[in-house]
């Protein structure tokens, strides 16, 4: 998200574009998945390099980044690897990514537009959300308890167990207990 740059991020970057550093600096870029709640989220940056943002074929602009990689602004070396990262396939970005060894905390802030929540899936491959009734696809021997949950059973309200996207909780028998997706299908 660009906004106008302020007074401060002007002067952290003597109003020359942080990425390019070749042109005048008149966007602040909020680093996701921060915002522009304050300067150590932003970077400034050009129009030229906020439209190559957006050009999926700018690859070659990017360029740029073997200097902005190394500026001293963790908001500026998370945007500056994450472009990167975008065209790490191409020999030119790949050498400066392995060039580079940043903060840990920088580099998951780097990475952290790519990565993909899991979702908890049913064994249709339908996504599955709290409070959802699910039917068991085949009989359970519930552990721990002296029954089994039959083919068809029924299980209302589920919970997602929000660390293992394998597996809901339900209730069977008045008991809670643990069921992997793998063996529900959504009703």
Request: glycine share 4%.
């Amino acid at each position: 998200m660009s906004t106008t740059i302020t007074p401060a991020l002007k002067e952290r970057s003597n109003g020359t574009c942080e990425l390019c550093t070749s042109e005048d600096a008149s966007l602040a870029f909020a680093v996701s998945p921060k915002n522009n709640d304050a300067i150590e989220n932003e970077v400034a940056i050009c129009k030229t390099c906020a439209a190559a943002m957006e050009d999926a074929s700018a690859a070659m602009h990017w360029h740029c980044l073997a200097g902005s990689i190394w500026n001293a602004e963790p908001s500026v070396q998370a945007l500056s690897y994450r472009l990167l990262y975008k065209h790490k396939d191409q020999e030119w970005a790949a050498e400066i990514i392995n060039g580079v060894e940043l903060d840990e905390a920088v580099s998951h802030w780097a990475l952290s537009a790519f990565e993909v929540k899991e979702v908890h899936r049913d064994s249709n491959g339908t996504e599955l959300q709290h409070g959802d009734t699910v039917v068991l696809t085949q009989g359970l021997n519930v552990k721990g308890a002296n029954f089994m949950a039959p083919k068809g059973t029924i299980v209302r309200k589920i919970r997602l167990v929000s660390d293992n996207h394998e597996q809901i909780e339900g209730k069977i028998n008045e008991q809670t207990i643990v069921i992997l997706t793998k063996y529900v299908r959504k009703s």
